[in-house]
């Protein structure tokens, strides 16, 4: 078997395992989010990082959720890694959120106390000032996993790939909130 049908059947057995309750249950978070006119903040490292930037456009366009990605403000956020520390610039990022706010995780390993140290900072500022807390996250959920209101949890089919897997999985699962009847209010151009 070559590499591409063994990743394309990782990926189709990833999607056969992942919790549809999980997924539903943060459709729920949302629209209870944008009826209470939340913001959401999505907040991501490495490729996680990217893909909430993305995820913040389709929430924005698509479902009238007010959402911001600290990392798409890299003036902001050298400015908070320079004065506070790396590990502060999640939870500093957070300091105007209100209690009617979201955080969103998205992060292949959830964060653990000695890696992604922002995750789990901003998690605890989120839980202290009562945000509610989502994920989209791989492995055995992380810090996310054991700290969050609802999280989707990206089975581990292979090991080897997790990081892969967990980050393509995050656009997936993105995308079927995005694509929701409950959460969609605009269409898509296609």
């Known amino acids: 078997m070559t590499h591409t049908e063994t990743f394309l059947n990782e990926t189709a057995d990833i999607a056969k395992l992942i919790d549809l309750n999980q997924i539903e249950a943060m459709v729920e978070k949302l629209v209870a989010l ?15 990082a990217a893909n909430a930037s993305h995820m913040v ?25 320079n004065d506070s ?6 939870s500093n990022a957070l ?14 390993g ?5 890696v992604s140290k922002p995750i789990v ?3 605890d500022f989120a839980k202290l000032n009562g945000m ?9 959920g992380g810090y996310t996993g054991k700290k969050a ?6 089975p581990t089919v292979e090991p080897t790939r997790v990081t892969p897997h967990t980050e393509a999985f995050q656009a997936v699962v993105w995308h079927c909130l995005v694509s929701h009847p409950k959460l969609q209010i605009r269409k898509t151009k296609w």
């Open 57 to 81: 456009n389709d929430l924005r366009n698509l479902c009238d959720i007010e959402a911001c990605c600290p990392t798409d403000n890299i003036a902001s956020l050298t400015a908070i890694a």
């Open 34 to 48: 944008r009826s209470r006119k939340g913001r959401l903040f999505i907040i991501g490292l490495g490729g996680s």
């Open 132 to 140: 509610r807390v989502l994920g989209i996250v791989g492995r055995d």
């Open 95 to 108: 300091l105007h959120a209100k209690d009617c706010d979201a955080l969103m995780v998205l992060s292949v």
């Open 149 to 154: 209101d609802c999280c989707v949890i990206i």
């Open 110 to 114: 959830g964060g653990t106390l000695d």
């Open 121 to 123: 900072n901003a998690i």
């Open 85 to 90: 520390g790396f590990e502060h610039i999640f």
